[in-house]
T-cell receptor
Framework: DAGVIQSPRHEVTEMGQEVTLRCKPI?????LFWYRQTMMRGLELLIY????????DSGMPEDRFSAKMPNASFSTLKIQPSEPRDSAVYFC?????????????FGPGTRLTVL | SQQGEEDPQALSIQEGENATMNCSYK?????LQWYRQNSGRGLVHLIL?????REKHSGRLRVTLDTSKKSSSLLITASRAADTASYFC??????????????FGKGTKLTVNP
C-alpha cells in the first residue's frame, strides 16, 4: 500500500510564479482533503472533495488558490500568483468516508517556499 | 477561533513516565480523533472515539471523552523516546458553514527524554 502520494516534496519559487501541487489518494478512498500547516495558524483545511466533487472550499484563502480533482486518483492545488505569505507545508489526505466521520490518511506534505 | 485546543502546548517528560494531553472543544461533535506528527512528516491517525463512547484503548494509548465538559484526554503510558512528536486532537462534526468536517487543534509538542 503506497499511501497518499504528494509531489513535489519541496518547492522553492519566486513571488508571482504559478505553483502546482499534486496528490494521489489511496486507492478506493472517496474523500480527499487539502490542508495547509504553518506555525502561526496550525493545520487549516483548505478544501475537500467527496467522489471528485468539491464539497467545502470555505478554507481557500482567496482567488489565487484553486483545486481540481479530475478523477478519483488525482488532485491538484494551484496557487497563481504565489506570494511569500503562501509559504507553508501543504498536506493532502484521503479517507474512505465523509469528512469528519472517518480517520484520514495524510501524505508526506509539500514544503513550499515563496521568495 | 479553533474548535479544538490542546493543553499543554508543550510537555517534557522522562522515558518511562506517563504523558497526558488534554483537548477542549466548543461545539457538538460526532467523534474526536487523535493524530501524531513526527517532525517533517505527515500526520498519522492514532485513535478515534465516538461521541457515545467514554473511553478507548489502543496499546499504550488511552483516550477519554467527556461530552458534558467538551473535553478529551490522551494518555500515553510508559513513554519511550520514540514517542517524541506533536499530538493533535481533531473534532469531527458539522461546523460553521454547514458542512461536515474534521477540525484540528494546534497540538501538544511532547518530548520524551531518554
Amino acid at each position: 500500500d503506497a499511501g497518499v502520494i504528494q509531489s513535489p516534496r519541496h518547492e522553492v519559487t519566486e513571488m508571482g510564479q504559478e505553483v502546482t501541487l499534486r496528490c494521489k489518494p489511496i486507492s478506493g478512498h472517496n474523500s480527499l482533503f487539502w490542508y495547509r500547516q504553518t506555525m502561526m495558524r496550525g493545520l487549516e483545511l483548505l478544501i475537500y472533495f467527496n467522489n471528485n466533487v468539491p464539497i467545502d472550499d470555505s478554507g481557500m484563502p482567496e482567488d489565487r488558490f484553486s483545486a481540481k480533482m479530475p478523477n478519483a486518483s488525482f488532485s491538484t492545488l494551484k496557487i497563481q500568483p504565489s506570494e511569500p505569505r503562501d509559504s507553508a507545508v501543504y498536506f493532502c489526505a484521503s479517507s474512505s468516508g465523509l469528512a469528519g466521520r472517518q480517520n484520514q490518511f495524510f501524505g508526506p506534505g509539500t514544503r513550499l517556499t515563496v521568495l | 477561533s479553533q474548535q479544538g485546543e490542546e493543553d499543554p502546548q508543550a510537555l517534557s517528560i522522562q522515558e518511562g513516565e506517563n504523558a497526558t494531553m488534554n483537548c477542549s472543544y466548543k461545539t457538538s461533535i460526532n467523534n474526536l480523533q487523535w493524530y501524531r506528527q513526527n517532525s517533517g512528516r505527515g500526520l498519522v491517525h492514532l485513535i478515534l472515539i465516538r461521541s457515545n463512547e467514554r473511553e478507548k484503548h489502543s496499546g499504550r494509548l488511552r483516550v477519554t471523552l467527556d461530552t458534558s465538559k467538551k473535553s478529551s484526554s490522551l494518555l500515553i503510558t510508559a513513554s519511550r523516546a520514540a514517542d517524541t512528536a506533536s499530538y493533535f486532537c481533531a473534532t469531527g462534526g458539522i461546523f460553521q458553514g454547514g458542512s461536515e468536517k474534521l477540525v484540528f487543534g494546534k497540538g501538544t509538542k511532547l518530548t520524551v527524554n531518554p
